[in-house]
């Protein structure tokens, strides 16, 4: 996401570590939206917390990891083993439930353990888990340095996968509608610019993976260029609208496996009313402006671990 | 008027227009359609609102 939209507001983007401090900040109202895994934003709505999912953040984009060399081929191989999932409210630990349910395995057969995303990756080089299922860049980052393998990417469990989705506070959508707008808007726009040329070279993923892992996630580039383009169609940034079928799946598989306490109607908690006319998506760039040395330079000293403080006597 | 009146009719005036001043600058940013916007760089322009989106490098 750019920090300033074509027409004047500023977005500041607020970095977190772990959703239960997202969550949190959205609670608090120190954040006015945010980016969540679906089935959380569901539990919020569910608990009373005015927010509604206005929009998909992508498709797919994540991946089921396990050892270089284990000997795990399929899914059925899981059973009795320890899967690290990002969060119990997360659409990956569905996809794990439905994949049991799918293959006939009972609902305890494997381990599913709560890990953080960026730990994901060490707890399997250490071989504290035996796989894991988390979104992107965690699997491309297991799978460059050597010691993961994709057993499957989400595309090919259930095509069309969604994970994060963009939750915005109830207040905000009914006193700051045309803001919550331009937002979405500007997200379907950049999705379309992502995936447009995604056939002819896929320049603009390049350039995006350049600007967001130095300016925004702190990653390597390579890293992210790798997420965006082996294959292609790894992550996917158009179609989303929320789908109601889709939800309604989400939901039924959440309160049978006990994740939410009750369903909820699908207007509880969605509102697709600002999912813009892709046709009509204005894509205000071709080439996406690149960072000058000076702001790369700036970005890499922030990111540099402070110096500890000498202790005081 | 004695001079402690006075004082305290200063202090008041003073501890008034601190806490108006207080309020004014509490007042959230307002989003007005239509209003200038931002150069692409957001270098030199006047924002017209902010909002603040969280996100995990994730997907």
């Known amino acids: ?313 | 008027m004695k001079k402690w009146q006075l004082l305290v009719g200063a202090v008041a005036v003073v501890g008034g227009l601190y806490l108006l001043n207080q309020k004014l600058s509490q007042k959230p940013t307002q989003y007005i359609p239509g209003g200038p916007a931002a150069t692409a760089d957001g270098v030199g322009a006047q924002p017209r609102a902010e909002f603040g989106v969280g996100f995990l490098p994730v997907t």
């Open chain 1, 1 to 313: 996401m750019t920090q300033h939209s074509a027409s004047g507001t500023v977005f500041k983007a607020q970095k977190f570590t772990d959703f239960p401090s997202m969550k949190e900040a959205l609670i608090a109202r120190k954040i006015d939206a945010t980016f969540m895994i679906a089935p959380l934003a569901m539990k919020l709505a569910s608990d009373g917390v005015p927010v509604k999912i206005c929009y998909l953040g992508h498709r797919d984009g994540s991946a089921l990891v396990v050892g270089k060399d284990s000997p795990i081929r399929d899914f059925k191989d899981l059973a009795g083993k320890t899967v690290a999932i990002p969060s119990r409210f997360s659409n990956q630990n569905l996809l794990m439930q439905r994949m049991m349910k799918k293959n006939g395995m009972p609902i305890d057969s494997m381990v599913l353990k709560e890990v953080p995303p960026p730990e994901h990756p060490s707890a399997l080089a250490s071989k504290a888990v035996d796989a894991f299922i988390v979104g992107e860049p965690h699997p491309s980052k297991a799978e460059l340095e050597g010691y993961g393998r994709v057993l499957y990417l989400m595309k090919d469990l259930w095509p069309e996968f969604i994970s994060c989705v963009l939750v915005v506070r109830e207040e905000v959508i009914l006193q700051q509608r045309p803001l919550v707008q331009e937002l979405v808007d500007g997200i379907a726009a950049s999705g379309e610019w992502l995936d447009e040329d995604r056939e002819t070279g896929a320049q603009h993923r390049k350039d995006a993976a350049f600007v967001v892992g130095n300016m925004f996630y702190s990653q390597k580039p390579e890293l992210l260029e790798h997420v965006l383009t082996k294959p292609i169609d790894r992550v996917s940034y158009t179609n989303l609208m929320p789908p109601k079928e889709t939800f309604d799946e989400i939901m039924d598989l959440a309160v049978e496996t006990k994740v939410l306490p009750r369903r909820m109607e699908f207007a509880e908690y969605v509102d697709t009313s600002f999912a813009p006319d892709l046709l009509k998506v204005d894509v205000p760039f071709d080439r996406l402006p690149m960072p000058t040395e000076a702001q790369l330079a700036a970005t890499k000293a922030a990111s540099q671990p402070k110096p500890a403080e000498p202790a005081k006597k």
